[in-house]
Structures are given as structure tokens and as C-alpha cells.
């Protein structure tokens, strides 16, 4: 789907904004890009027009592509990274995570934090994961994933 939105005037209007951000959430959840010209883009929301490291979870073969390089990680690490892909904007306890994805919480729950911040160093500085303080853990707003079912 192609949207042409025509603006008059130095600075978006606020529909105008609100519409991109709503645009901008649909391209997050599936495949999907966003063009701007300039000298709008400098306006928008810093996810739509910032160049990002797109991260690409090939499921079938359980690799991870980072900016097209080969990323290894352990079993946990991408079953963690996929699971909080799988479920963009939404916040998880560490007990949460524990059950989900390694299926039992008789483990630490900082187990989570040593794997969660093995996943950074490795992604060296590509923002995943954003630590809700206090609370959990949940994929960032500005993370570039692409889950690939057939790769």
C-alpha cells in the first residue's frame, strides 16, 4: 500500500503526525517501509526517519543476520530475542521470561539480566532491549527485527 500525503507549509500538522506515527507502528509490527522527503523528515518521528541496524531472525535456521552479518548466539540468547520480537511493546517480568522461555523458574531470576546483557555486548550497541526498571524487560521501540519464519 502506497500513501501520498501532499503537505503545504514549513511544519506537519498534527493529524499529519499522528497519522505517520499510526503508520509507523504498522510497519514496526510487520514488513513494511517509510520514505520521506526532505525537508519533512527532520520532523518525524526519530523511527521513521533515522537509517537504524536492522536485525533479521531467520527462524528455520535459527540464525541471527545483523545489518546482513552472521550474529552467533546460544540457543537462550535468540530464543529470548524472539520471544520479546514476538511480542513488541509489551513488558515481561524476569519470571515471566524465565517461564517463557526457558520453561521453568527455578533458576535465578538474574539469570535473565546475565543473558539479556550478553545480548548487547554481542549486538554491540544496536538498541533490542529496553529495561523497564522496576518491572522487566521488553523489545525497544526503535529495534529494526524482522522475523523470517522460512529462514
Known amino acids: 500500500m502506497t500513501f501520498n500525503i501532499p503537505l503545504t507549509g514549513e511544519s506537519l500538522p498534527p493529524q499529519a503526525r499522528r497519522l505517520l506515527e499510526a503508520v509507523c507502528e504498522l510497519v514496526e509490527a510487520g514488513d513494511g517501509s517509510v520514505e520521506v522527503e526532505e525537508p519533512l523528515a527532520a520532523e518525524l518521528p526519530a523511527v521513521l526517519s533515522r537509517p537504524g541496524v536492522e536485525v533479521r531472525l531467520l527462524l528455520a535456521s535459527r540464525q541471527v543476520l545483523v545489518a546482513g552479518e552472521l550474529m552467533p548466539l546460544t540457543r537462550l540468547e535468540f530464543d529470548l530475542?524472539?520471544?520479546?520480537?514476538?511480542?513488541?511493546?509489551?513488558?515481561?517480568?524476569?519470571?515471566?521470561?524465565?517461564?517463557?522461555?526457558?520453561?521453568?523458574?527455578?533458576?535465578?531470576?538474574?539469570?535473565?539480566?546475565?543473558?539479556?546483557?550478553?545480548?548487547?555486548?554481542?549486538?554491540?550497541?544496536?538498541?533490542?532491549?529496553?529495561?523497564?526498571?522496576?518491572?522487566?524487560?521488553?523489545?525497544?521501540?526503535?529495534?529494526?527485527?524482522?522475523?523470517?519464519?522460512?529462514?
Open 81 to 151: 530475542l524472539q520471544f520479546l520480537a514476538d511480542h513488541p511493546r509489551r513488558v515481561f517480568s524476569r519470571t515471566q521470561l524465565l517461564t517463557a522461555v526457558w520453561g521453568y523458574e527455578h533458576t535465578g531470576e538474574r539469570t535473565v539480566d546475565v543473558h539479556v546483557r550478553r545480548l548487547r555486548v554481542k549486538m554491540n550497541d544496536v538498541p533490542l532491549i529496553t529495561t523497564v526498571y522496576g518491572v522487566g524487560y521488553r523489545l525497544a521501540d526503535d529495534a529494526l527485527i524482522v522475523v523470517d519464519p522460512q529462514g
